[in-house]
């Protein structure tokens, strides 16, 4: 079977992606074959994290020209904002990275939170207030995505997943900034040593190793999608004995072990909220029609 992130034409597997097979495998694969074009619910949630990044994140007001200065952009926001989070307590949109059975992963986490002495990690969700549910439950897409955070996390932390696994898999040794980027780096002040991708991802592995303790207790917050206030927060255990059983899972299908799984006949009723039903999807179409519970 032809390598299945090259037929999704993926070059990794994103967090969002191994937590999507949790609620429809099928569904996470024709995403990718069939890109969604933004929609008004999606600018209303990237309003929602916009508003509440800005209240603490440090920006790069440099314009990338190439890839590898967007790359060096994120990398230094991460590394001053990782910093910054000492006297703020808070960090915000932090991309992380690891590797699960030598796929390459990566995610971003709305936001870190130091308490108690520990790292909390939090994973928000904008929600119409009166759509929002009132019970405690969280859905296993959110509890996945939530301890995969943790994982790779821990894992830079503890080194398993380190600086030299990231330059490597991403080639920095090859990614020359612009001579206007560097100019406009220099303009600023940033020193030889971190005037590099290389220098500058080696000083958020850095904060990443100096991170205290990751909290095992996560957070999901419900935002509310107009006003941005807090409606609620709901903490659940991370759980590594389910993780693992969760991504050994998953990597069936990544390793092309098996097609990609449509919902189970018990959950169908996903199925009258999804784009793709009856069109590239039909496996609870056609005699099913109209009777999707
Ligand atoms: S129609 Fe149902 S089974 Fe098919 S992709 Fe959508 S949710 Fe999955």
Redesign the pocket.
Known sequence: MKNVLSRLGMRRIAVSDLSGQEW?E??ME?SHLHPKKPTVEMAFGSAAHYEMQKRVYVSLEIEPRVYPDRMYKEGYEAYVNLAAMRSKGVCRELKVYGSVNAYEIAGKIDELKLEKGAVSIIDDKAVDAEKADASDYVPRTYAVQLFLYRKLLSDIRSRRYNYENFASSRKLGSMPLSKEFEMALAEIGIRDSLMSIEGIYKKMFEELYALPEISSRLELRYIDNKSREHLKSIFIQYDEKQLTDVLRDCMKYWNGERDAR??PMKE?W??KR?R??GNE?K???GEEEGKVA
């Open positions: 429809c099928k569904q024709l449509p919902v169908r996903k199925c999804c793709f039903f999807c496996v609870w179409f």
